[in-house]
């Protein structure tokens, strides 16, 4: 499948963020890594790199940290089932996405040398989510894309939001806006298409206040140093579960 219809680079690899400790779910989580956790049969990860292979992406590098022996066991399974490639970098530590993907840049830089996808790994995504992502990333100017969301008001604060210029591309996104300076109700999923370019700013994320290193700062920066970022409103997917 070619996922673009401009001039873009085709699409064909992606990074999943998979290191989290997964405490919101414990104690599934204590003994199983999040993205592995079971839904109608099938570990969180298929959902996602079932997306991703129909939507064209072939090469797939897993970040890993907690119970990291059981992902890479899984990759290796999917790899031999798959014409997809599964592989898994090691995050030494869970200091942030910015982080997560500085392991990466440094382990697996073929990935991150064209434009490439980066998503969380908590959704229970349809079979088309990432596809109408990258057909949306081939019809507009843009170098970046944003799987974007509605809010309500009470979420925004524990979220992000998402600033706009006037041509609807992205000015900025905002984490966490304190109550009443938000400046949308649209926030972003931890799902995007990122360029090549945007590696020295992920590089030089400064340390937040919660000890971490985000990947939106990355983003932000990109912008502000001219990159054009375009995002998509998609149905918020559902997170796994307990039954």
């Known amino acids: 499948m070619d996922n673009n219809n401009m001039s873009h680079e085709v699409v064909k690899r992606a990074v999943l963020l998979a290191a989290g400790r997964g405490k919101r779910l414990q104690p599934h989580t204590d003994i199983t890594p999040k ?11 298929d959902y996602l790199l079932d997306s991703l ?13 907690h119970l990291h ?45 064209a434009p490439f996808v980066l998503s969380a790994t908590d959704y229970l995504v349809p079979r088309e989510f990432f596809g109408d992502l990258l057909q949306f990333h ?67 994320v400064p340390v937040s206040e919660r000890g971490e290193q985000e990947v939106q700062h990355a983003i932000n920066a990109w912008i502000s140093r001219g990159g054009l970022a375009f995002g998509l409103v998609q149905a918020i997917p559902p997170e796994w579960q307990p039954s």
């Open 35 to 45: 993205p592995l956790l079971i839904h109608k049969g099938k570990p969180t990860l």
């Open 53 to 65: 292979l129909l939507a064209g992406i072939e090469e797939v590098v897993l970040v890993t940290h």
């Open 69 to 113: 022996e059981q992902v890479e066991h899984y990759a290796a399974l999917r790899s031999a089932n798959h014409k997809q490639q599964v592989r898994c970098v090691y995050q030494s530590h869970l200091f942030g996405t910015a982080h997560a993907l500085q392991a990466v840049i440094e382990s697996a830089p073929d990935i991150v040398a």
């Open 138 to 204: 081939g019809s507009h100017a843009g170098e970046c894309s944003v799987s974007m969301k509605e809010l309500d008001a009470a979420e925004l604060a524990s979220r992000s939001s998402i600033r706009f210029n006037d041509d609807q591309s992205i000015a900025e996104i905002v984490e966490k806006p304190a109550a009443g300076t938000a400046p949308s109700s649209t926030g972003a999923n931890l799902t995007f298409i990122l360029p090549p370019d945007i590696i020295p700013d992920v590089q030089n």
